[in-house]
């Protein structure tokens, strides 16, 4: 099957991936109970106040109505108006996706960083120490609350020790960029903001680390009992060429799709995180929109969210095509 | 009609010692009794709570405003349509590098914020939230008034003990029943150089109150009463004020809203670009608006009167409260706003920071619907008041952050009754009561909303939980969103609200008609109850002039 079919079928699907978000938000809408008019006006204004803004915000419209003009409206490419600030939502999504995007890629870089040197270690020196040690970190991972270990590590390293900040997020990686030429001192901003991003980017990526080691244990321990190795050692290739070319090649197939995914979930996912670090991305913002019933900036969020899913999907089955040729045979 | 009274302001200068910082020992907050010269009821020695609602007309008639509006909270003390609990305080972590005194109507402002040392020239404050949008006529919560202060100015404001005193107006008066007149102060720019005009200040009153003017600000509600406003005459400066009624809070409303605008800077741009923007004539300006995360202010070195002490202000918002204190705790913010009871020794064992707390302006109770069975019979109602033990739950919930209250008014506010105290915890006296009311085996439910007060989950269960041992009686808590409890408070239709259910009221004006009216009066947007001699007592207030202006 050539690419440009491929890219189609996933365009096709993505558009309808981002037509399903939609629709169920607005079922959301339909079925939860509070209005953004609480949240515009004051408690105490009268009915005829309420009545006032509903209608400024097209409020009063039947749902069905409100639902084929924002359909119509997306079709043009314009996400609407946020109820509280009348901000347009695409400004006020995209603004929030690159402190999100930074947090999930540090954590991601995280995982694999730490993790896959763990999971060889683990599974080449089966019940030795180390793969102890390795599988012991790795419960912990798992079991440990994102919350608690954020807080922990921000008490420990930022109000005890004092090096890295407690929270925010004072660069990101566009200004990074752009002062390499602009008049702040480069060295300075990146500085500021790796530090910024340190602690969340391990807060958030433990738990995948975690996941991920066991995942390359096992799928290497898999691997090196399978027949093909005995024939590359038969064959005298070293070692270290047999377990890393070879084995590990073979055993990053399953994790590539699982980090894919994963990435997808940071996006949205990063809730707590974002959270105890007032971590200006968009889980903050997902979960501020929920609390103010705004819903345009909802649905913006969640129809970037599904998108970036899609095009994740996408990356990961030519990532998968590259690793394993024969899954483009099937 | 005077528009300056000495004894109103003495009346809150006096309750103003409620406003300096309250120290840990557990110092209740109330402030002094205080030494009013206006008509106060005279009570039959009345400390001590009534058991039978007292048939209120056995007291004289009152005759002053002052005198109506305490008669009313007597009346709400006695049929007991809440149960009465506490008034919240505002406690905030400051940092050693600043001078600054917290404010009772939850406001800081940048300008009163003093360097202590040298890096408290640029200072940093955190909140649990950011803006909803620069607009100041477009919002209606503290967060946002707390960024928009530090730009925009009213006409008039309060002083930190909540007298009023005159900014962009130098004068105001009542010119007939229906008429109010302020002049416009001279050499006043706003921040990008245009002059301040009394044409801007009938725009932005009008731009509040009529619709067909600007946006629908949802701040119409604060300036009730006020139909519009035109200029009177340019040269000298004077804008006058429709009012549909006497309207006797007319000026302790503008001395809390109503931000003023540059006319031509609102209506040559749009929604979006002025909720990103500012063009005020405050003490501070914007130098940086990042949506959610930041909002940088300078000094405006050309404001009319003395320049600020500090050079920048800086406000971002941080949604945990361990967050912030840990930002206080490592030098990256001055003022850490809403420490919860939790973090409080935290910050008072650093070396570098300190707590400040004064009493709030906000009230929290628990409606009792006066049309359902068993909230219908006042006996009942106060048979609840008698089994709750406010002292513990202010002692051990609110790590004594709050005051007992028995009346929708707060102390220092105009027509709070100084004769009424808290209903004391009696559980035979209750059970006693309830066995009167007829209601006794009574099962009841109060329902209370998540996070949305401080502590109000906990709150509710504590006074579940104390109600629940009246034997006679029993009750749970249930806890819902608190979007989903404003759902069914504010459809305008009783039926809708639950029976009984926890609510906190700020009520930034200083004057008890702002809480009772909405609250408690038949016609009340929000109301549990409907008394005729309730709504009496409040028309009666309403139709005279207050001490106040």
């Not at chain 1, 990146?190 to 433990?206: E, K, N, R």
């Not at chain 2, 002692?395 to 506010?413: K, W």
Request: charge should be negative; include cysteine.
């Amino acid at each position: 099957m050539g690419y440009g079919r491929f890219l189609l079928k996933r365009g096709v699907q993505g558009v309808g991936v981002v037509w399903g978000v939609v629709t169920v938000v607005f079922v959301l809408r339909f079925i939860t109970p509070g209005s953004p008019i609480d949240t515009v006006a004051p408690l105490d204004a009268s009915q005829e106040t309420r009545q006032r803004i509903a209608e400024e915000l097209g409020l009063n419209q039947p749902l069905y109505v409100q639902y084929l003009d924002y359909l119509w409206e997306l079709l043009q490419g314009n996400m609407g108006y946020s109820y509280i600030s009348s901000i347009p939502a695409s400004v006020q999504v995209f603004q929030k996706l690159p402190a999100t995007l930074e947090l999930a890629v540090a954590a991601s870089v995280v995982a694999v960083v730490i993790s896959i040197p763990l999971g060889v270690i683990s599974a080449t020196r089966r019940h030795e120490p180390a793969d102890y040690a390795a599988t012991t970190f790795s419960l912990l991972g798992i079991s440990t609350p994102n919350f608690w270990l954020g807080i922990m590590l921000v008490l420990v390293f930022a109000v005890e020790l004092n090096v890295f900040p407690t929270s925010g997020r004072a660069y990101g990686f566009m200004e990074s960029l752009a002062a390499i030429t602009g008049p702040e001192p480069f060295f300075t901003v990146v500085t500021a903001w790796l530090a910024s991003l340190f602690l969340p980017a391990i807060t958030l990526g433990t738990y995948f680390t975690a996941l991920i080691t066991r995942l390359v244990r096992s799928g290497m321990l898999d691997e090196l009992s399978e027949g093909y190795v005995r024939a590359t050692r038969a064959k005298g290739l070293p070692e270290s060429l047999v377990r890393y070319k070879h084995v590990l090649r073979n055993t990053l197939v399953p994790v590539v799709t699982v980090l894919g995914l994963q990435l997808g979930t940071l996006i949205g996912g990063a809730v707590i995180t974002e959270a105890v670090f007032a971590w200006p991305g968009l889980g903050s913002e997902i979960i501020r929109a929920i609390n103010a019933r705004d819903w345009p900036i909802l649905q913006g969020s969640l129809i970037v969210i599904g998108t970036g899913f899609v095009l994740l999907n996408i990356v990961v089955d030519a990532l998968y095509a590259y690793l394993d040729p024969r899954v483009i045979a099937e | 009609m005077s528009d300056q009274d000495t004894s109103r302001r003495r009346f809150l200068q006096a309750a103003g010692s409620a406003t300096a910082a309250v120290a840990l020992a557990g110092c209740s907050g109330g402030g002094d009794s205080t030494p009013t010269d206006e008509a106060t009821e005279t009570s039959g020695g009345g400390m001590e709570t009534t058991s039978e609602p007292e048939e209120t007309t056995e007291r004289p008639e009152p005759d002053t405003r002052d005198g109506f509006l305490q008669r009313a909270n007597r009346h709400t003390h006695e049929q007991a349509p809440w149960v009465f609990l506490h008034r919240q305080y505002s406690v905030y972590g400051q940092s050693s590098d600043i001078e600054w005194q917290p404010r009772t109507d939850e406001r800081v402002s940048a300008y009163a914020i003093e360097p202590a040392t040298d890096a408290g020239d640029d200072v940093v404050m955190t909140q649990s939230q950011m803006d909803s949008g620069l607009d100041p006529q477009d919002h209606r919560e503290t967060p946002t008034d707390n960024i928009v202060l530090q730009a925009y100015e009213g006409l008039l404001e309060r002083d930190r003990e909540g007298a009023i005193v005159e900014t962009l107006a130098t004068d105001y008066q009542r010119l007939d029943e229906t008429t109010v007149q302020f002049t416009v102060r001279d050499n006043v720019s706003f921040h990008s150089g245009d002059s301040l005009t009394p044409e801007d200040v009938a725009y932005s009153i009008n731009r509040i109150v009529k619709s067909d003017v600007g946006i629908e600000s949802p701040q119409v509600d604060q300036l009730l009463g006020v139909e519009g406003a035109e200029v009177a005459s340019s040269d000298d400066r004077t804008v006058n004020v429709n009012l549909s009624g006497l309207n006797p809070i007319v000026f302790a409303s503008f001395a809390t809203y109503c931000d003023v605008m540059n006319k031509s800077w609102v209506e040559s741009n749009d929604q979006a670009y002025i909720n990103q923007n500012m063009e005020g004539t405050g003490p501070f300006v914007l130098s940086n608006y990042e949506q959610g995360v930041e909002v940088a202010f300078q000094r405006n070195n050309d404001y009319w009167d003395e320049p600020a002490a500090i050079s920048t202000f800086t406000i971002n918002s941080a949604s945990e409260s361990s967050t912030r204190v840990n930002r206080l705790l490592s030098g990256e913010t001055d003022i850490a706003v809403n420490v919860p009871p939790q973090e409080v020794s935290r910050v008072e064992n650093s070396e570098d920071a300190s707590i400040s707390a004064v009493p709030s302006t906000r009230v929290i109770f628990n409606a009792m619907r006066y049309d359902v069975e068993p909230f219908d019979s006042p006996t009942f109602r106060q048979a609840v008041n008698y089994a709750v033990d406010l002292d513990s739950i202010i002692e051990n919930v609110l790590q004594t952050f709050g005051s007992a209250t028995g009346q929708p008014t707060l102390e220092g506010f105009f027509g709070h009754n100084e004769d009424l105290d808290p209903y004391p915890q009696d559980l035979d006296r209750a059970e006693q009561l309830v066995e009167e009311s007829g209601y006794a085996g009574a099962e009841i439910e109060l329902v209370t909303p998540i996070g949305r007060y401080l502590k109000d989950v906990e709150i509710a269960q504590a006074v579940a939980s104390q109600v629940d041992e009246i034997p006679n009686v029993s009750a749970t808590a249930r806890q819902v969103e608190f979007s989903t409890l404003v759902s069914q408070v504010t459809t305008g239709n009783i039926e809708d609200k639950p029976p009984w259910y926890l609510l906190g009221w700020g009520n930034a004006t200083f004057d008890a008609i702002q809480t009772i009216q909405p609250l408690l009066a038949s016609d009340g947007a929000l109301t549990s109850y409907k008394n005729d001699e309730l709504d009496r007592l409040l028309d009666e207030a309403q139709s005279l002039p207050s001490e106040s202006n």
